[in-house]
């Protein structure tokens, strides 16, 4: 039996996209969920999930933030994106990032449908005429594949220093040591190959904005600054 994820904070879609994968896959089980928290612990009781639908910002979540965790907790399951988003640049990160598909929330019922039978047959999908329109730069798409192989920790210090938290704040929320949150910045400046944490703070943010022009950020000093947040 096929079991499917849904992820988004909007009962009416949600509803709407529950009856198309029940007309698309008669017979697969579905959860629908309306928050990041819920999703994580509907995977947790459904490890072996097949496919998960995933609005882009609903609570908890918020750009690509979502898709990256999930990404880096549960690689073995497949994730598409299913948005009111529909800019080229978008829908290219998504796919960078590890999505398997992007479904425009205005596409029909129909087209939904035929989407997630190819999503389920192990097939990328995403519109027509909008595969043809995606296009990134090879600086952007090295980013991007960099940004996939950080840790599950090291996201989450990532997110932290898109708020702004010191190293401190970060090692509370985490419940590890402050000289672990630094070791986890410092990883994450080599493998993004940035010097700063004001620029790895930066570009957090930018993935946060889905809809942002760009993600790489300006590189302003050569200089490290991993601990100079007290």
Same mark, same amino acid.
């Given at each position: 039996? &096929? ?10 879609? @949600? ?35 097949? &496919?998960?639908?995933?609005?882009? @910002? ?10 990256i965790q999930l990404r880096g907790l549960r690689p073995d399951v497949p994730v598409a ?22 479904i425009p929330k205005s596409a029909s019922l129909a087209v939904i449908g035929d989407a ?9 999908? &995403? ?18 594949r960099q940004i996939a192989t950080l840790t599950p920790q090291q996201f989450k210090v ?33 493998? &993004? ?11 957090? @943010? ?25």
């Amino acid at each position: 039996m &096929l079991r499917l994820l849904i992820a988004d904070d909007h009962p009416l879609f @949600r509803a709407a996209l529950t009856a198309a994968v029940a007309d698309a896959v008669p017979g697969a089980t579905v959860e629908a969920t309306a928050s990041m928290a819920d999703l994580l612990a509907a995977l947790e009781r459904q490890p072996d999930c097949d &496919l998960v639908l995933l609005d882009l @910002r609903m609570p908890g979540s918020s750009g690509f933030s979502s898709l990256i965790q999930l990404r880096g907790l549960r690689p073995d399951v497949p994730v598409a994106i299913v948005s009111g988003e529909e800019n080229p640049l978008v829908v290219r990160r998504a796919i960078d990032f590890g999505a398997c598909g992007y479904i425009p929330k205005s596409a029909s019922l129909a087209v939904i449908g035929d989407a997630i039978r190819a999503l389920l047959d192990g097939n990328e999908w &995403l519109p027509e005429g909008l595969a043809e329109a995606v296009d990134q730069g090879a600086a952007e798409q090295a980013l991007t594949r960099q940004i996939a192989t950080l840790t599950p920790q090291q996201f989450k210090v990532l997110m932290a220093l898109a708020d702004g938290r010191l190293n401190k704040q970060i090692g509370y929320e985490l419940n590890v040591t402050e000289a672990t949150v630094k070791a986890h910045v410092t990883a994450i400046l080599r493998k &993004l190959g940035l010097y700063r944490r004001t620029q790895a703070a930066l570009l957090a @943010r930018r993935l946060l904005d889905a809809s942002a022009d760009t993600l790489t950020p300006p590189l302003d000093s050569t200089q490290s600054d991993i601990g100079d947040d007290d």
